[in-house]
């Protein structure tokens, strides 16, 4: 997934994300105008510096995805990119072993959406054990270093369970992060109430 917190460093927005993120709009037929508003807010919500006159009417950072609606993004928009993007507050490395061809090819310069979907096809076989075996398979002039924005694994998973108490299902969602093998934190949790109805509608249109 691509994090949208990328996009700001040192209260600057990072052009190669920027870049990167203009890429998905586009793949996702999504309007700049909206990429711009969530840069400039997410920019502003983030600047705490004293020098900050304004930052009392700063939104909220967002920790999750569908609060970006806190930046000016459409519910519309949300819904699109959701597939595609996270919100971390570290900065983070695309897996190539799970993240979609469109998130590959857009966080990529030197990548095409037919590399992008070869890498999402071979991985499907065997999963990427180094970035050596990823500039194989592309099998053309590309190196390493021009595939730093990805990874062949990841510190960040979002896990979620659900229960059921006779006809009320709890879902809960939390996002880990996994320093080692023997270091694991919980970034954030939250637990709600799923409606029965769309939980009976989602089998259905299974």
Known sequence: LMNVRNLVEAGQVKQDADEAFSRL?????????????????????????????????????????????WLGLSPATVSALQPYITMIAAHTLINVNTASAEAIYASTPKLTMADAQKLVSVRERTPFRNMPDVVKVIGRDVTTDDLATLSVRTSYFEVRSRLRLDKVVVEERALIYRANADEITIVWRERGIVDPTALAQAVVRR
Request: glycine fraction near 2%; hydrophobic fraction near 40%; charged fraction near 25%.
């Open 25 to 69: 709009f586009g793949v996702l037929q999504l309007e700049q105008s909206q990429l711009e508003k969530l840069k400039e807010n997410l920019r502003f919500a983030l600047d705490t510096s004293p020098a900050n006159q304004s930052s009392a009417l700063a939104p909220l950072v967002p920790d999750k995805v569908e609060e970006l609606v």
